[in-house]
């Protein structure tokens, strides 16, 4: 049995048919194994093994497409697993390889001869149920509140990284409410609120409804929605991730909103991609493809906007850029935009900026070995700008590189760019 292949190209002979990998084929046979990936993969620039880089990966996905080797062998399994997902290869790759979507697809093919570990399973299905996430994040915060995390921050193994991770959701800066008065005329945002943001990073997303205001948009409320699959897709847990992608698409729906606003990068590319996430789906496919079309990120529409003038706010700032803003939405200049608004900010360069910081959803847990050697490069590079903040935008890189400094026992501390322009439009409010 042979699969459908792009106009011109020889089809490979499929032993998985009915896969989502099958249906990857047209993508696995643009890779020419040119290797400009190699050296934009931090799995290996790290490990240093071929079978994990892309070029790698896929090689073994053909090889089990063309049934050389098993679905349940497992060399495909192992270094399939240590896949970060953060699709530096595509920004890398001149041929196009829709290496993400290959990655999905492979995930998705392989549990149905292995499951996902335990503790995926545990938080993948929180992620899914409103009310057990509702739980275990409000459990979070009390912790968190407590002071236990900090104490317990630097203790070894994952018990300490886990509590590093949740002390630095903590942002020592003060909070103020304010507004300018402005009529949004540039058309209103329906926030996606998010599942670790709303649950840790509320603050965030205040900050985010206050600075979109002040540059002129309106908020359109939007109840109903939940977690945006990224979590389940990048798992393999296709099924779940269309679910949870159907039940947003009626929500940001009916909010009427000209723009849907994500302050989170890894949500944004997954929303983005919901158009080829239910591509297959007649009942929903147009739908999804609008919906795709009106996500933003919110440095996206605060560089639209300007952004507007803000106080000055003198701190050293260095900027790290999310994978799944940079390589999978490919939104490079925004973010920086919003941080040189800010007057008296001094905007440090990262070495290897681009590189991944290892967190990558659930990876950091799943994977600890392999994330605790993709973060090392990444805070010695910090180290060396000797930046007070280091700016991202995606709760699990604020997470993940805030817990490595705490650690380190670092000067500098995580922060998202659009916390920094809150408080720099607080204090010009003050000043007004």
Excluded at 118 to 139: C, E, H, K, P
């Amino acid at each position: 049995m042979s699969a459908t292949s792009a106009p011109g190209r020889q089809s490979l002979p499929c032993a998985v048919p009915d896969t989502p990998l099958a249906a990857a084929i047209p993508g696995i046979e643009t890779c020419v194994h040119c290797g400009f990936c190699l050296q934009a993969c931090p799995t290996y620039v790290n490990l240093e093994d071929e079978n994990d880089s892309p070029r790698g990966r896929i090689v073994l996905m053909r090889a089990v497409v063309e049934g050389d080797l098993p679905l349940d062998d497992p060399t495909v399994q192992t270094h399939i697993d240590r896949c970060l997902g953060c699709r530096a290869c595509e920004t890398a790759c001149p041929s196009g390889v829709p290496y993400g979507q290959l990655l999905e697809a492979t995930r998705a093919t392989l549990r149905d001869v292995r499951p996902t570990p335990l503790i995926g399973r545990v938080i993948l299905a929180t992620f899914a149920r409103i009310a057990a996430l509702r739980v275990t994040l409000a459990g979070s915060r009390w912790l968190r509140a407590t002071g236990v995390p900090s104490l317990f921050a630097g203790l070894a193994g994952r018990l300490g990284f886990a509590s590093a991770m949740l002390a630095s959701t903590r942002l020592p800066l003060p909070e103020h409410d304010y507004d300018f008065g402005l009529a949004g005329t540039r058309g209103s945002v329906a926030l996606l609120e998010g599942c670790v943001m709303r649950g840790l990073f509320a603050r965030t997303n205040r900050a985010t409804v206050r600075t979109l205001r002040a540059n002129d948009y309106c908020i359109a409320p939007t109840g109903g929605q939940v977690c945006c699959g990224a979590l389940h897709a990048h798992a393999g847990d296709l099924d779940t991730a269309r679910a949870l992608a159907k039940r947003n698409i009626e929500a940001f729906e009916r909010s009427g909103a000209d723009f849907i606003g994500v302050n989170a990068a890894g949500c944004g590319a997954m929303m983005k991609e919901y158009g080829h996430l239910l591509a297959n789906d007649p009942a929903w496919a147009d739908r999804a493809r609008q919906l795709a079309a009106r996500v933003r990120d919110v440095t996206e529409l605060l560089a639209a906007a300007g952004p507007r003038p803000a106080a000055p706010l003198p701190l050293r700032v260095t900027y790290d850029a999310p994978c799944h803003l940079l390589h999978a939405q490919r939104v490079v200049a925004p973010p920086l935009a919003v941080l040189r608004a800010i007057p008296e900010l001094t905007l440090l360069p990262l070495t290897d900026a681009e590189q991944c910081c290892g967190a990558a959803g659930i990876y950091n847990l799943v994977e600890p070995a392999t994330s605790d050697a993709v973060l090392a490069p990444k805070l010695r590079h910090i180290a060396a700008t000797g930046a007070d903040w280091v700016a991202t935008g995606n709760p699990g890189c604020l997470m993940q590189i805030g817990a490595g400094l705490r650690r380190a026992h670092a000067r500098a501390r995580t922060i998202h760019p659009v916390d920094l322009l809150d408080v720099a439009y607080a204090r010009e409010k003050q000043r007004l």
